[in-house]
């Protein structure tokens, strides 16, 4: 018996087992994106242990690394960034080139200044810094402290 001889004689169980098999693919790969999200596992690197130990001091303590430092715009947009942004987090984790302390390349400040508006669009519109309303370029001009508390300790990884 050949292939299409099968499929057309088991249509049915070709579909279901394709369908079982998506279903699978896509809650694995659910549980994976939430997994891979949170302090608990990007302070599993040697580089980010310290960043997670300061984050877990902060105000901003109960949210996911991910929820701060991956744009949030476009479901895609943001599964690309995290697959290139956890490929550059390896490739320097392995090189061990990491300095001392982390520095957050212009793109990732955008992407930082934007998630905070994205939480705080309504407080921040409600601010006023003397007669003009709040400028909202640059939250962490102000903020730089919060998602980290002001204990920065020393380790961190290249992200140029």
Known sequence: MDFKQY??????????????????????????????????????CHAMKEPAASHAMATHKDRDCVECHLPHDNPAIYLIEKGRTGMIDTYHEVLRDYPAH???????????????????????????????????????????????????????IKVE
Do not use: W, Y
């Open 7 to 44: 499929v057309s004689e088991h249509t049915l169980k070709c579909l279901a087992g394709g369908f079982v098999i998506g279903a699978l693919v896509m809650g694995v790969g659910s549980v994976m994106v939430s997994a891979t999200g949170g302090p608990a596992f990007c302070g599993s």
């Open 102 to 156: 982390i520095q957050l390349s212009k793109g990732a400040k955008e992407t930082v200044n934007k998630n905070c508006l994205r939480c705080h669009q309504t407080t921040v519109e409600r601010v006023k810094m003397g007669a003009a309303p709040m400028d909202t370029g640059d939250c962490m001009k102000c903020h730089s402290r919060v998602a980290h508390g002001s204990n920065h300790l020393e380790g961190g």
